[in-house]
């Protein structure tokens, strides 16, 4: 009675203090949202900005290369001219006269190129402008011959088939081309006369220019700029590591014409994302972390926080210490230290209460049994029982790090794992069984030391209409699992 006399004045005194904070809350909240959204405003800036100047690029190659292909259709009648081998001749030396000035003149491009439809005039007609780096002087090289490899090799010439393909001008994703080992973007352009193909007209994109400037995108103190390619794919991060859950990578490519704002976690830290589709295909990503990116109103909220519990601090510790006690006291395991049955109960409660509303909670039940108790008891006392229980606990939290384990009955535990996948619980189930299958392998058991049986069972919508029915599941499992011990331990008694 005494303690729930103090519970309720421990919680009369907080309801208190709260009243006397909730216009400070209040402000703060509004001062909060203000904040936040000028903080996704400022992080937008920040993408508008990358994505404008990385597409200048594109518009700019994308403009060279129409004006080769306008230049290609002007000096053409027919398709059928270019079957006269002198007038083919020098259509491609001018062509590509005019193709090695652009080459020369503009120094994000790499590689220029113009090959002729092989029915017409054989599969390497046209010319292949390259250098290796800009500044260096562009080099006529050999061009590829179209017939040496399937149209489905992407990496020699999908340069040439895809947008003949496609039907329209196209942009490749990165790729390092094989003739000159740099990593670029190309732009290909598909020629017609008369509505008859004639060719294919292009530029490389030097990206590593596209990357030293994707490099530079600085946000707020420690966010960064990344690149994705059309496929959602990770091709730039700096020296930054960078993993993006599938999830959050669905959400950015879905989004094909919008600014996508998205968040994860990455190292135990929550990331914020700001992203958009860039002119040829490719997604621009800024990465800020949560914390810096809400830097201003979490250290106005904190302040509050702070003045809050310096007010509250003499009667809130007292009397908050005393209700800890209480709560605990009842949800805790007196022996291991586990959560203890109520707890347990609480959970399955919780958890059925998610189930009836329609949520269906993902997780996975794990039951375990102390093998032996009843033995150990019989033979040294119970004493070294209760021992044996708190050992097993103890190597039960070890295998299972960071997730609660309640107590269900004497020597009996059970666990949720939740939020992870099933393979991470089955995993973890086969490793403690392992475990257990080594240390009882010698053939002498020491009882003492713990040999626990375990089983698991994921949640099932269909199978389970509570978290009991996963609880029976998992039940079994164990004991399926115990029967598979004293199998290989028959020498030992089977508690009753």
């Not at 800020?288 to 979490?298: C, G, R």
């Not at 375990?368 to 097993?392: T, Y």
């Not at 069972?457 to 599941?473: G, H, K």
Request: hydrophobic share 45%.
């Amino acid at each position: 009675m005494k303690g729930t006399k103090n519970s309720l004045v421990t919680l009369i005194v907080l309801g208190i203090v709260i009243a006397s904070l909730s216009i400070g809350v209040i402000a703060v909240a509004s001062f909060r949202n203000v904040t936040e959204e000028n903080n996704h405003e400022m992080l937008l800036h920040y993408c508008s900005e990358g994505v404008e100047s990385l597409n200048s690029r594109f518009d700019k190659v994308e403009e060279l290369v129409d004006t080769l292909a306008d230049c290609c259709e002007a000096r053409l009648e027919s398709a059928g001219e270019l079957q006269d081998k002198a007038f083919r001749e020098h259509f491609i030396e001018d062509l590509g006269q005019f193709a090695y000035s652009i080459t020369v003149n503009n120094d994000d491009v790499i590689t220029s190129y113009f090959r002729m439809e092989p029915g017409i005039a054989g599969p390497t007609e046209g010319f292949f402008i390259s250098r290796s780096s800009a500044g260096e002087k562009p080099q006529y090289l050999e061009p590829t011959d179209l017939s040496a490899f399937d149209p489905s090799d992407m990496q020699n010439v999908g340069w040439y088939w895809l947008p003949v393909e496609e039907g329209k001008a196209v942009w490749l994703d990165p790729y390092v081309n094989p003739r000159n080992g740099v990593l670029t973007v190309s732009y290909a352009r598909p020629l017609y006369i008369g509505g008859e193909i004639v060719g294919v007209v292009g530029l490389d994109l030097d990206f590593a220019a596209m990357n030293r400037e994707v490099g530079r995108i600085s946000v707020f103190d420690s966010g960064f700029a990344a690149l994705m390619d059309s496929n959602g794919a990770l091709v730039f991060s700096g020296e930054r590591e960078l993993e993006l859950p599938a999830e959050a990578v669905e959400q950015i490519t879905a989004a094909e014409d919008d600014y996508v704002f998205s968040s994860f976690m990455d190292r135990q830290q929550l990331r914020v994302t700001a992203s958009h589709m860039l002119g040829n295909g490719m997604f621009l990503v800024l990465v800020v972390p949560d914390a810096e990116l809400y830097a201003t109103s979490n250290q106005l909220t904190l302040t509050v926080v702070l003045v809050a519990i310096g007010v509250s601090a003499l009667i809130i510790l007292v009397l908050t210490g005393l209700v800890n006690r209480v709560i605990n006291a009842s949800r805790t395991d007196a022996l291991t230290g586990a959560r203890n049955r109520n707890a347990f109960l609480e959970r399955c409660d919780e958890l059925n209460d998610a189930m009836r509303s329609g949520k269906h909670p993902a997780f996975a039940m794990v039951v375990f049994d102390v093998n032996g108790l009843k033995a150990v008891n019989d033979s040294v006392g119970h004493a070294a029982g209760d021992k044996l229980i708190a050992n097993s606990y103890k190597e039960i939290a070890m295998a299972f790090a960071g997730v609660d384990i309640y107590r269900i009955g004497g020597d009996e535990f059970a666990l949720f794992i939740e939020k992870r996948t099933a393979q991470v619980a089955e995993k973890l189930v086969a490793d403690f069984r392992e475990a257990m299958a080594l240390k009882a392998g010698t053939g002498a058991v020491d009882f003492a030391e713990g040999f626990i049986s375990c089983g698991c069972a994921l949640y099932e919508t269909e199978a389970d209409a509570s978290c009991e029915d996963t609880f029976s599941r998992a039940d079994k499992s164990m004991y399926e699992d115990k029967e598979r011990f004293y199998a290989a331990n028959p020498q030992l008694k089977r508690r009753a």
